[in-house]
């Protein structure tokens, strides 16, 4: 059984793209017949299922509480993608009881055996909860898009993960860009800035070009690679699937999904002691 492999996907700024990133990917490796789920970690605009018109009628609230179990609020998108729905305004999975971590624990055991890999939608921002999820993470895919603003809020959040959890290694996607020459000078410029203050190593993953059918393919509430699938960004997300498949998998049974419930965990217990 191939380890599961765990990837955040966030972006310091919010309105850069990382939610269309996270789907888009999704259901591209979905069609080289991967496993994939989608966690909605954006407690305060969970909007995952909405993007996808898809109807949550359980979220992982009810999970939490113990009135449903993991099956019962697991969503089917395209290509059989898997959402975890969180609801909006929901309370943080890091402020757990210990029964409700003890019920996390175990209900992720059971999805390990599903998927082959689970992408991490995060909140934007560099809030306590966005770092507990891309910390837990084995890999985090930073979302940049050409605004000065992206830029700096990019850096404020490599700035906290390595400086709070030693985090070294970022995958960097850059977003709505006019081609991949585009997408490099904007990594190259991130560099520029970690390099004179921080020991970091930030790794191209690629460029998803600004595209009007991908525009249209969110108002149709539909993955771009279904709406249109020789759409400029369409193939770009084929790109990245294929580039996030190349990167190494924890070793393992579970992959790196145990580590990343029991991270959830410690940072919990972590707020409990302090």
Same mark, same amino acid.
């Given at each position: 059984?191939?380890?599961?492999?765990?990837?955040?996907?966030?972006?310091?700024?919010?309105?850069?793209?990382?939610?269309?990133?996270?789907?888009?990917?999704?259901?591209?490796?979905?069609?080289?017949?991967?496993?994939?789920?989608?966690?909605?970690?954006?407690?305060?605009?969970?909007?995952?299922?909405?993007?996808?018109?898809?109807?949550?009628?359980?979220?992982?609230?009810?999970?939490?509480?113990?009135?449903?179990?993991?099956?019962?609020?697991?969503?089917?998108?395209?290509?059989?993608?898997?959402?975890?729905?969180?609801?909006?305004?929901?309370? *943080?999975?890091?402020?757990?009881?210990?029964?409700?971590? @003890?019920?996390?624990? *175990? @209900?992720?055991?059971?999805?390990?055996?599903?998927?082959?890999?689970?992408?991490?939608?995060?909140?934007?921002?560099?809030?306590?909860?966005?770092?507990?999820?891309?910390?837990?993470?084995?890999?985090?895919?930073?979302?940049?898009?050409?605004?000065? $603003?992206?830029?700096?809020?990019?850096?404020?959040?490599?700035?906290?993960?390595?400086?709070?959890? @030693?985090? #070294?290694?970022? #995958?960097?996607?850059?977003?709505?860009?006019?081609?991949?020459?585009?997408? #490099?000078?904007?990594?190259?410029?991130?560099? $520029?800035?970690?390099?004179?203050?921080?020991?970091?190593? =930030?790794?191209? @993953?690629?460029?998803?070009?600004?595209?009007?059918?991908?525009?249209?393919?969110?108002?149709?509430?539909?993955?771009?690679?279904?709406?249109?699938?020789?759409?400029?960004?369409?193939?770009?997300?084929?790109?990245?699937?294929?580039? =996030?498949? $190349?990167?190494?998998?924890?070793?393992?049974?579970?992959?790196?999904?145990?580590?990343?419930?029991?991270?959830?965990?410690?940072?919990?217990?972590?707020?409990?002691?302090?």
């Amino acid at each position: 059984m191939r380890p599961v492999q765990v990837v955040a996907v966030t972006g310091g700024k919010g309105g850069v793209g990382k939610t269309n990133v996270a789907i888009n990917t999704a259901v591209a490796l979905a069609s080289r017949g991967k496993r994939v789920a989608i966690l909605d970690a954006d407690f305060g605009l969970a909007n995952v299922d909405v993007l996808l018109s898809l109807s949550a009628n359980k979220t992982i609230e009810q999970l939490l509480d113990g009135e449903c179990q993991l099956s019962d609020i697991l969503l089917t998108g395209p290509h059989g993608i898997r959402i975890i729905p969180a609801s909006s305004g929901a309370r *943080r999975l890091t402020r757990l009881t210990s029964l409700e971590q @003890a019920g996390l624990i *175990r @209900a992720f055991s059971e999805l390990s055996s599903q998927i082959d890999v689970l992408l991490v939608d995060t909140a934007a921002g560099i809030a306590d909860t966005v770092l507990t999820f891309a910390n837990a993470s084995q890999e985090l895919l930073l979302v940049l898009c050409n605004e000065p $603003s992206s830029l700096t809020d990019a850096y404020a959040l490599i700035k906290l993960m390595n400086r709070d959890f @030693a985090r #070294r290694r970022f #995958r960097v996607v850059a977003n709505m860009v006019a081609d991949d020459e585009e997408g #490099r000078q904007l990594l190259e410029r991130l560099a $520029s800035v970690c390099d004179q203050f921080l020991d970091v190593s =930030l790794r191209y @993953a690629g460029a998803i070009p600004f595209d009007h059918r991908l525009r249209e393919a969110v108002k149709a509430q539909r993955a771009v690679s279904e709406y249109a699938p020789s759409a400029p960004s369409s193939l770009a997300f084929h790109r990245l699937a294929d580039e =996030l498949l $190349s990167w190494p998998v924890a070793q393992g049974a579970d992959g790196h999904l145990q580590f990343f419930v029991e991270s959830l965990v410690a940072a919990r217990v972590g707020e409990q002691t302090a």
